[in-house]
């Protein structure tokens, strides 16, 4: 059970490199146990010119069979029959286990990082790679359906006959498959790691929860819009309808995200005005969050929403400070998400600690239930983020359905944009910013927002406030009327 991957290079660009992006050395073997046997990586080529890097999974049958009766299912659910256990393709075909194993040896190349190349792990470069003999329900064609709109130039598969000696007994369900084209070497990985066990649909692992987390992290970029999206879906997650159901909401609200034109990728440098400016001393970001945390403070709010939390550090700060009993953090952007859980160690929290978070992936773009009910909602950077004609969903989905008794809202402020020395004249600061406002614009809309709603509004400036220009960062506090006049009455 194995494949290969290729790619071609020169002395300036070496395809040894491939070693370095893989974090296996070219001239090294090397072995790895994992749950179905041992995995081996080596390079039967390994030269400046071609460098072929290879994977092989000896698969061991016994504990196959053991693992499968404690935990595993049979094809579609039925039990595995007394034979099935014992003749099994499972040791010689390409199949889900290959896909378990090469996400345990690529693992942080699967993610796209490598510190000794980041620029080599970033570009794209000439890919071969080679299944020679993949299990594939649903045959040639459906191996051409699922790779074919993912940016390879080439997507070979072609039947392998039963027996290559007696063609009239026809095809076998195995196809070889040949990749080529031009992509990243993550990406190239990811879509292995998924679209192995779609095709072999017969997963011999036990598919937990966080299988759908697991599927939009290595789907992330390509799948939302995959034309087979929802087969892919099923079949990963094992037909476990719940979670499929699951994940194409979520996969939606993704493809939804893209189609209005929103970068969800584009969330790396999205709060760093400050890190090339004279700010230096303390980042606008920062003053930013302690401004955020003072009015929340103010309000007497314990628990939280933040809406557009992208990375999470403020719902990180907010964690710090006993008086957040619930932070919850939403994004619709799966990558910002897994950050943040990074971030947050949220795997390796107490129980305590993860009791008061939670990271959700929504869209405000659309009113959600599971908003409803908490003190104060923050939107600290996000407004700028929606296409006009997006915001008033937005409006409605925060003041008109979730309804907290205080929004805190943030947003550049477009006049002080003078100011940013690194930053060209009529620019706004980032790339994803559909619009920056001025201090008029921002306050009418924030006072039309409140009179729609029925909330009291107040305006705070957050960094220098420039005599001339204002604030680099302009702040709006909403308190929900029904409130301020209980406030009154008390
Ligand atoms: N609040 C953070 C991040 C701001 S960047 C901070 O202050 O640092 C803007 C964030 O809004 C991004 O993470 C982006 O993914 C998210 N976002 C943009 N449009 C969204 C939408 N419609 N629904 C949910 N999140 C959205």
């Given amino acids: 059970m194995f494949l290969t991957i290729s790619t071609t290079g020169d002395q300036e660009r070496p395809a040894t490199d491939l070693g370095f992006l893989l974090h296996k050395h070219p001239e090294r073997a090397q072995t790895f146990s994992t749950s179905h046997g041992t995995a081996h990586v080596l390079y039967p080529e390994a030269s400046a010119e071609r460098c072929t890097a290879a994977l092989l999974l000896e698969v061991d049958p016994v504990a196959l069979v053991r693992r499968g009766k404690g935990k595993g299912k049979g094809r579609g659910g039925a039990p595995d029959s007394a034979l099935a256990q014992y003749v099994n393709d499972r040791p010689y075909a390409a199949s889900s286990l290959l896909a378990v194993a090469l996400a345990k040896v690529f693992k942080t190349a699967l993610h ?71 992509l990243r070497l993550a990406d190239a990985l990811n879509h292995l790691y998924v679209l192995l066990p779609v095709l072999d649909d017969a997963k011999h692992y036990w598919v937990a929860p966080d299988e759908v987390d697991k599927l939009l992290r290595a789907g992330d970029g390509w799948l939302a819009g995959h034309p087979e999206r929802k087969l892919i879906t099923a079949r990963y997650l094992s037909r476990r309808w719940g979670l499929a159901r699951e994940a194409t909401e979520r996969l939606e609200l993704v493809r939804l995200a893209e189609a209005e034109g929103l970068d969800v990728d584009d969330v790396d440098n999205a709060v760093d005005e400050s890190t090339d400016t004279e700010e230096r001393p303390v980042p606008l970001a920062e003053q930013r969050r302690e401004a955020i945390l003072r009015a929340l403070e103010a ?6 929403l933040d809406l557009g939390c992208g990375q999470g550090q403020l719902v990180q700060a907010l964690l710090k400070d006993p008086r957040y009993t619930e932070i919850v953090g939403v994004d619709v952007s799966v990558r910002a998400l897994t950050v943040a859980a990074r971030r ?45 004609p997006r915001l008033p969903a937005l409006e409605y989905a925060v003041f008109g359905s979730a309804r907290p008794r205080t929004v805190l809202v943030t947003t550049p402020n477009v006049e002080y944009n003078v100011r940013w020395e690194t930053l060209p004249a009529g620019h706004v600061r980032h790339g994803d910013h559909r619009f920056e406002w001025t201090r008029e614009e921002f306050r009418a809309w924030a006072a039309a927002v409140a009179e729609r709603h029925g909330y009291e509004v107040g305006f705070t400036p957050v960094g220098p406030d420039d005599p001339e220009v204002g604030p680099p960062t302009q702040m709006a506090v909403f308190t929900r009327t029904d409130e301020t006049s209980k406030e009154a009455a008390a």
């Fill in 344 to 388: 947050l160690r949220l795997d390796r929290m107490g129980e305590r600690q993860a009791a008061r978070v939670r990271l959700v992936q929504g869209s405000l773009a659309y009113t959600d239930k599971r908003l409803i009910g908490y003190d104060a909602a923050v939107l600290s950077e996000v407004i700028e983020h929606l296409d006009l």
């Fill in 299 to 304: 309000a007497g709010a314990a628990r939280v």
């Fill in 112 to 182: 796209g990082v490598c510190q000794a190349m980041p620029e080599r792990a970033a570009a794209p470069l000439p890919l071969r790679v080679e299944v020679p003999a993949l299990p594939a329900r649903g045959g040639a064609d459906l191996v051409r359906a699922l790779f074919g709109p993912l940016g390879w130039d080439t997507v070979e598969a072609e039947p392998v006959a039963l027996d290559a000696e007696f063609p009239q007994w026809g095809d076998s369900r195995y196809v070889r498959l040949v990749l080529e084209g031009e």
